[in-house]
Structures are given as structure tokens and as C-alpha cells.
């Protein structure tokens, strides 16, 4: 076990631990579980640290870093699921299970851990045919306040502090050890189509009275629901060049030629309507493999990340449809920083929804990964904090547009900018079942010790007890016997 009380980057934060501490071992999480309580010290349980609402961190904590212990992967040939600890990455359980050509549901990016993705939710490549991460869980390892581990699942005397990990607020509750999963049988190939189409048909302009290709097709609800389930893409879109990638997974467990066909049929269905220009079909060997050779560097140490799910409801889609078509005309134009290394701005969607995601079982997953149809984001990546002023206000005027337009928002770490992150409604925005949550979090978190920004307990007095006042490590003195009577 190793200890830390700085990490770089920490100055930059506004909510920087006050001890890092990295177990190897359960003993090692149980010794740290039961000082922290016994003083009355939070602690906040972290993986890869991408959650975007700051909650594996705080001020002043005890931070337990997973990631160097708890890489345990195992898998089950009887019910064909994978038990992992909780110290994996996404790469690591993929990359697992391509040996044994299974895949699991999870997130889309190779270095973020499960145990947190799985925690909230979590949507990737197969959600749209069979729900979020989190629906697909069936175990969990988990330990309390004071050092009490328990195997959790949906039908067991715990099953409340289940279903409330999955979706209700992360490390709220104590510190996930360990995940068991449900796996699905694997393509063949993981196949990704790339595909450039243009905002208008070919020589045409919104002046001609044509519909754009969202109003047509990206934001047509009728037309998604005929796009199978194992077929779903990230879009990319790029106004300097008044055009749009598409990368489109298809997940589908057929042969390379019926994929091609499926694929084919969408080609056709843009260039008919005038919106096609290029594309071009990459295969990988798995899906672990695509996601370590797409995820890409870090970010830069200054970003801010907004997303927004957006319903399936044509109303709402019409909104985007209009919102993505002013990004094109010129009128939006992102500064240029003072360091050659900035980005842009970039404006992205996920459509990773579908009947899958919209049947799932865990109860307290946020509504909007329920009722979603997209996710649309827009990210802001600079470099020097003499450009702060200069950026981040943009980004808040793109949260102003977008905001409206969905009923689940994330507003990813600005390092530099201390505005972000307030949301007044985060009870509703986040979870299903605030009340149902906050009682399971005073079940088994009675001293409301494991508190994390936006989580349950966040409304609470922190800290209101230690390990002392809720359990005794004392012996009862002994019993005496009664006294004698005499006759």
C-alpha cells in the first residue's frame, strides 16, 4: 500500500484530496475504511478519475486510488460472465474477453475504468441492442464503512445497496471492490464505417429549401427506428469544412459480407438523397482493439465538456436539428488561443440508444440514458490560463443553447474555471428515486462519511459520527449469576 498527498495537477483543482492512498489488498481498503470512520474522515473511492461531475474527489479526503491493486479478471465457462476487479480498465476486460471471443457492455474508451462507468450508467458500442453497462451486472464486491465486504446482486438481503450503486451516485455508498458481468458472444469482426456526408445536398444550400441532413435523416426519429440495433456511430462534426463524420459501429454477430450489405444499404440511402461524399471500412480484430487504437492522448490540462441526452421525441430533435444547422452558417466562430496547441471547439453526438437501453433494469440509472435517442456534446480544450477568459465564457453560452434542448446534462472538470459543475436541480437531472437513494444511503452509510459532489448524502450533514459511536469492538462484561435465595 502506498500513500500520497499530492498528485500533479492537484493546485489546479478546487477540491484536491487531502491524502491519496493506493491498496493493494482488501485488508489494506479495510484499514484505511475503518481510521477514516473512526476520525470521522471522508473517503472518496476512484478509478480513472473521468467521472464528469467531480465525484471521485473533495476536499481535504482520504482519495483511495484503485487502479494499482484489484486487477484481478476471471471468467465463469458455466453462466459466461467475467468478475473483474474494480482496479481495470475497459481495455483491460475487453482485450480479457477477445480471448475467449465474448464482449461485455461497456464504455467506448479504452482507458476509462468500468467500476466507475458501470457505477452511472454507462453506454458503448452494444447499447443500443442490449442496455447500459449497468444493466448488465449481476455481481458486485462491495465494503461498507467499517470494513463489513459484502457480495451483492439483484435478488440478495442487500439488494437495495445493488441496484443503488448501479446508476445512484458512485462511491456514495463505500468502496466497490469488484464487478461480475453478463458477456455476449462476439463478432466475428469488429467493423467501423467511416462516412463524410455534407450538411446539403450536393450544390444546394438551405436558401434552396432543401432539407438538411439532420432534418432528413440525424435528427428524423421515424428514420432511426428503422436503423437496427446492432448498428449505431459517433458523429463528428466539422463546420470549417461544412461537412460531418460519421463512424459507425456495427456490432452485429453475422458474417463480414452480411455487414457490408447492411451498411451498403445506408450508403445508398445518402447518396440517393445527395448528401454522400466518402467513406471507407476498417475491420478490427475486437473490440478492445478498437477502443485502444481510437481512444487517443489525454486531453489538455484546460477543457470543459458539456453533453446533453436529447429524448426520442421529434420536438426536441427538431431543436438540435436547428442548432447543428447554425453551427454551419457562419455565425458561430470559436477563438483562436495563443498556444499552437490548442483545439477548437468540438461538437459531437452519440447515438448509442435503442430498445436495448430504453428495457433496462436498473432502477436508479438517469432518465435521460433511459429516453435518450442521442447524446449530443460540445467539448473546449486549451492550454495557458491567461486564454481562460477568452474560452470558457463561450462554453457557457453553448451550455445556455444546449441546456434547454435535454433532461440530463454533464458538465465536464474545467481545471482553471471554478463556475462549473452547479446544478440546482441534481437531484432529478442525475438520478431516479432521490428519496428511494437517500435511504439506502443512511442504511448502510449511517454517519454519511462516503459523501461526493451531487451524490446522495450531498444534502446532508457530512460526517455526523464515527465508527465508535455506530459499532463496539468491546467485549460485554460477563454475565453474573443471580444471587443465591436462602431458605
Not at 142 to 170: E, K, Y
Not at 174 to 187: D, F, M, Q
Not at 265 to 271: G, N, V
Not at 321 to 327: G, P
Amino acid at each position: 500500500m502506498t500513500y500520497a498527498t499530492d498528485t500533479p495537477g492537484n493546485t489546479l483543482k478546487p477540491s484536491a484530496p487531502g491524502l491519496i492512498v493506493f491498496p493493494m489488498t482488501e485488508g489494506d481498503v479495510r484499514k484505511i475504511v475503518t481510521f477514516a470512520a473512526k476520525y470521522r474522515i471522508r473517503v472518496v473511492g476512484k478509478c480513472s478519475g473521468h467521472d464528469q461531475l467531480q465525484r471521485s474527489n473533495g476536499y481535504g479526503v482520504i482519495q483511495l486510488v484503485t487502479t494499482k491493486g484489484f486487477k484481478n479478471i476471471s471468467y465463469n465457462e458455466t453462466d459466461h460472465t467475467i468478475t473483474f476487479g474494480a482496479g481495470n480498465a475497459h481495455a483491460d476486460t475487453y482485450a480479457f474477453l477477445a480471448e475467449k471471443k465474448r464482449f461485455a457492455v461497456g464504455g467506448t474508451w479504452a482507458y476509462v475504468c468500468p467500476a466507475g462507468c458501470l457505477s452511472n450508467g454507462c453506454y458503448g458500442f452494444f447499447t443500443k441492442e442490449f442496455g447500459t453497462g449497468a444493466d448488465n451486472v449481476v455481481g458486485l464486491r462491495f465494503m461498507l464503512f467499517n470494513g463489513t465486504t459484502l457480495n451483492l446482486d439483484a435478488t440478495g438481503p442487500h439488494r437495495d445497496l445493488f441496484w443503488a450503486i448501479l446508476g445512484g451516485g458512485a462511491s456514495s455508498y463505500g468502496v466497490l471492490l469488484g464487478i461480475t458481468a453478463k458477456t455476449y458472444e462476439a463478432p466475428d469482426q469488429f467493423i467501423i464505417m467511416k462516412v463524410f456526408l455534407s450538411v446539403w445536398p450536393t450544390n444546394m444550400t438551405k436558401d434552396d429549401g432543401v432539407p438538411s441532413v439532420f432534418t432528413r435523416f440525424l435528427t428524423n426519429l421515424t428514420w432511426y427506428q428503422t436503423v437496427p440495433d446492432h448498428i449505431s456511430w459517433q458523429l463528428d462534426h466539422k463546420p470549417a469544412d461544412m461537412n460531418m463524420l460519421l463512424q459507425i459501429s456495427y456490432t452485429g454477430r453475422t458474417t463480414v459480407e452480411v455487414a457490408t450489405e447492411e451498411l451498403s444499404a445506408l450508403i445508398a440511402e445518402w447518396t440517393e438523397a445527395g448528401y454522400y461524399q466518402i467513406h471507407g471500412v476498417e475491420g478490427y480484430s475486437d473490440v478492445a482493439d478498437f477502443a485502444v487504437k481510437n481512444s487517443g492522448p489525454g486531453a489538455p490540462i484546460r477543457r470543459v465538456s458539456q453533453s446533453i441526452y436529447v429524448d426520442a421525441n421529434q420536438e426536441a430533435l427538431d431543436k438540435v436539428a436547428a442548432l447543428w444547422e447554425m453551427l454551419y452558417s457562419g455565425n458561430f466562430e470559436s477563438p483562436v488561443g495563443s498556444d499552437p496547441f490548442d483545439g477548437a471547439f468540438f461538437f459531437w453526438a452519440q447515438y448509442r440508444y435503442g430498445s436495448g437501453s430504453y428495457a433496462g433494469k436498473a432502477p436508479h440509472v438517469a432518465r435521460g440514458m433511459r429516453t435518450a435517442m442521442m447524446e449530443i456534446a460540445h467539448e473546449n480544450v486549451w492550454m495557458k490560463q491567461a486564454d481562460d477568459m477568452d474560452r470558457a465564457p463561450i462554453s457557457n453560452m453553448v451550455k445556455e443553447l444546449m441546456e434547454p434542448l435535454g433532461n440530463s446534462s454533464y458538465q465536464n472538470h474545467c481545471s482553471s474555471w471554478a463556475s462549473y459543475n452547479v446544478y440546482d436541480d441534481y437531484k432529478t437531472r442525475f438520478y431516479q428515486n432521490w428519496e428511494g437513494l437517500t435511504a439506502v444511503k443512511k442504511k448502510y452509510d449511517p454517519c454519511n462519511l462516503y459523501v461526493v459532489q451531487y451524490g446522495p448524502g450531498w444534502d446532508l450533514p457530512k460526517a455526523t459520527c464515527g465508527l465508535s459511536s455506530t459499532t463496539s469492538t468491546k467485549r460485554p462484561p460477563p454475565k453474573r449469576p443471580p444471587p443465591r435465595r436462602h431458605a
